[in-house]
């Protein structure tokens, strides 16, 4: 096998090469405790007192983290090109692999992660700003982590139903923060000074965060504010019902899948050690639990001995 064809199974998660799964597997655990180093310096830096105590220490974790994260980005741009055609898309070049990687989530994750260290070495003016995207780090757990994987393809499947959702909920907070500006402003110039200034008061009533700060003082202004905390408990919790039934009928599916699985396996009526391998591969992918996984094996294969009797 190629450089290139083993640097994408090395760095590729759960990756389907059997000579290259051992250590696949050590590579994410390397890297998921690098990310959780990093993440942690990052915070340990705001602390008071401490980067004066640690700033040498602080400062190697960071560049070798960044030689790391910097050597991983280009070696998935480079093993890209191993990554096999889909399905539903015609035969694509070596360079049109690189470039769609460059151009998915992902990967550019991975850019803005070391992205800011070296505009800062290289750039003269001040990038202190651009330190934020250090965050974007822990971020990169994400390709390691089924879950949220999981709640990703929720957000894709769900992407029209959740922007016709915060529609509403956007139309709905600009009507509210018109309504109590015209009837606060007589009463409280300084608070409600403009409806852009309202909309604030609209989005925490809404929510039912209420900090306080802007508050109804007339008799028609806390009726409309009690209505308007009424009303976004019921408009507020669409997102949330949304994703949770997507979140949930994503899960059935995975069970769909492999209950699936284990019925073409239980074909011949016996589960062999190969089986059994197969079927524990098929459930780290659909990041199924191992009880759960268990409990569909015995009941499908107890239903497969009742068909045979």
Same mark, same amino acid.
């Given at each position: 096998?190629?450089?290139? =064809? ?57 560049? @070798? ?15 890209? @090109?191993? @990554? ?105 110039? =300084? ?119």
């Amino acid at each position: 096998m190629s450089f290139r =064809n083993a640097c994408y199974h090395i760095l590729a998660p759960a990756s389907e090469a059997h000579e290259y799964k051992k250590l696949s597997k050590l590579f994410d655990i390397f890297l998921i405790a690098l990310i959780i180093v990093n993440v942690v310096a990052m915070m340990l830096e705001t602390v008071p007192g401490i980067p004066a105590i640690w700033r040498y220490e602080l400062h190697i974790i960071e560049v @070798a983290s960044v030689l790391i994260f910097t050597a991983e980005y280009f070696l998935r741009v480079y093993s890209s @090109a191993s @990554a096999p055609n889909r399905p539903t898309r015609a035969q694509t070049t070596t360079w049109q692999k690189r470039w769609a990687y460059i151009k998915s989530p992902m990967a550019l994750i991975d850019l803005m992660a070391i992205l800011p260290f070296y505009l800062s070495v290289f750039v003269a003016f001040d990038l202190r700003i651009l330190r934020v995207f250090r965050v974007m780090r822990i971020l990169k757990i994400g390709r390691y982590s089924r879950s949220i994987q999981t709640l990703a393809t929720v957000l894709r499947n769900e992407a029209h139903s959740l922007v016709a959702a915060l529609s509403v909920l956007i139309l709905f907070t600009v009507i509210a923060a018109t309504c109590i500006y015209y009837i606060e402003h007589a009463a409280q110039p =300084n608070v409600f000074s403009s409806i852009p200034a309202s909309l604030w008061w609209a989005l925490v009533t809404l929510t039912t965060v209420g900090y306080g700060d802007a508050v109804p003082v007339t008799a028609l202004g806390k009726v409309f504010g009690g209505l308007i905390t009424i009303m976004g408990i019921c408009f507020y919790a669409l997102p949330a019902g949304i994703l949770s039934s997507s979140y949930t009928a994503q899960m059935q599916l995975k069970r769909d899948r492999f209950k699936d699985t284990v019925r073409s396996v239980l074909d011949d009526g016996k589960l062999s050690e190969h089986d059994v391998h197969h079927l524990e591969h098929v459930r780290a992918l659909l990041d199924l639990d191992e009880e759960e996984a268990k409990l569909i094996v015995r009941l499908l294969q107890h239903h497969h001995k009742g068909l045979d009797d």
